[in-house]
């Protein structure tokens, strides 16, 4: 009997709890704006460089009643249901950053393909080690003058210890970068229209074709290297399939062995579609990770808390705004069973037990009453008067 409540839009696989994390400035709310955008959450895109963003775009938000910068965004890619969460930009060890890092099921760290490894991706980076946060990288602003992948990937593999799987190289550089070659298809995509909806698939160019095979022959053995049984077929000089190698490196990934690294530009929206399609690819769902462990408030045992709907109820509050149309609405995410409207929950750290008020799932443009948030998933509660 399958665990989770059948009448789920999207099953517990199809689900990616993610945040995106970055040093100021590396890209991550044009990053974030553009993934809403290509997902079809938002219809116009507001840029932060021109001012719009920031200031402007974010008082057009308000009056719409809500933020981009909300503390949990749903959207959807592929059939699978997305979960944004927002990581705070500034890394001051504060307990809200642990409490985003600790709802998250993967990431997405944006580096700047300027400035390489900057001191705050060092924090970010450490504290997702501590957490054991899956990730995949972004280099960002590879249109920008002075831009350069490989001495980006050079930086995350000396500076941070990581194992960084290189997915793609960049076609053209600074103000000529024009698209990637994924190394796993070997095909280029270029984008081509200004919006960057439909990105192009082509052959490689040939000036490129020789270091996009021995780009890719790297790729495969790191990839091999993870898997004992890929191991054998690498050293037997067997052909490896796509899907294996996608297999192998989802399993590296969320055991934290390797980080796929991919490059772009999202404010000149070069590269989000095929970040998106790692993010299903490669980032666990709730199912995919082992089940939260906390300490019986009565007994003070441990008890763990499997992702199914029909365990005992755990979940965790991340985040408490104040929202000028609502009022204090509560983040949080359900670990297991299922928190309904109106039913009386226990407040493990004030004792207390407490009615669950309204239950919201917030988009990007407006936000959705849900009776009820199932394992694994993000909503927010309003009236919780002690939480």
Not at 235 to 255: D, F, N, P, T, Y
Request: proline share 5%.
């Amino acid at each position: 009997m399958n665990p989770n409540n059948s009448n789920r839009a999207y099953p517990l696989e199809r689900t990616r709890n993610i945040g995106i994390a970055a040093h100021i400035d590396a890209g991550k709310t044009t990053l974030t704006e553009r993934i809403l955008f290509y997902t079809g959450m938002i219809h116009r895109i507001g840029e932060v460089h021109d001012g719009a963003a920031t200031t402007d775009w974010m008082e057009q938000e308000r009056e719409r009643g809500i933020t981009i910068t909300a503390a949990a965004t749903t959207t959807f890619w592929r059939d699978c249901q997305i979960n944004l969460i927002d990581t705070p930009g500034h890394i001051d060890f504060t307990a809200e950053v642990q409490r985003s890092l600790r709802v998250l099921d993967g990431g997405i760290v944006v580096f700047d393909a300027v400035a390489g490894v900057q001191p705050q991706s060092e924090t970010v980076w450490r504290q997702a080690d501590r957490f054991r946060v899956p990730r995949l990288a972004f280099v960002n602003k590879m249109d920008r003058v002075g831009a350069s992948f490989e001495r980006s990937v050079s930086m995350i593999r000396e500076r941070l210890g990581a194992n960084p799987v290189v997915m793609q190289l960049p076609i053209g550089v600074e103000a000529s970068f024009s698209g990637v070659i994924d190394l796993l298809t070997m095909k280029a995509i270029v984008w081509e229209e200004e919006l960057g909806k439909e990105p192009r698939e082509m052959e490689i160019p040939a000036d490129m074709l020789p270091e996009a095979q021995e780009m890719r022959a790297q790729m495969v053995e790191q990839i091999a290297e993870t898997d004992d049984d890929l191991t054998l077929k690498f050293l037997e000089g067997e052909e490896i399939s796509v899907e294996e190698l996608k297999l192998a490196l989802r399993r590296a990934v969320i055991a934290g062995k390797a980080t796929p690294i991919f490059c772009g530009s999202s404010l000149r929206n070069k590269g989000v579609q095929p970040i998106l399609d790692a993010v299903i690819d490669y980032l666990p769902s709730p199912a995919d990770i082992p089940p939260v462990v906390g300490i019986h408030p009565k007994t003070g045992e441990e008890v763990q808390r499997p992702a199914q709907d029909n365990a005992p109820l755990s979940a965790l509050v991340f985040k408490i705004v104040t929202d000028p149309y609502v009022g204090r609405l509560a983040y949080l995410r359900v670990y297991s069973g299922k928190l309904t409207q109106g039913e009386m929950v226990y407040n493990s750290s004030k004792d207390r037990r407490e009615r669950v008020g309204r239950l919201l799932r917030m988009y990007a443009d407006r936000r959705e009453d849900v009776t009820e948030v199932l394992a694994g998933d993000i909503g927010a509660v309003l009236g919780m008067k002690e939480t």
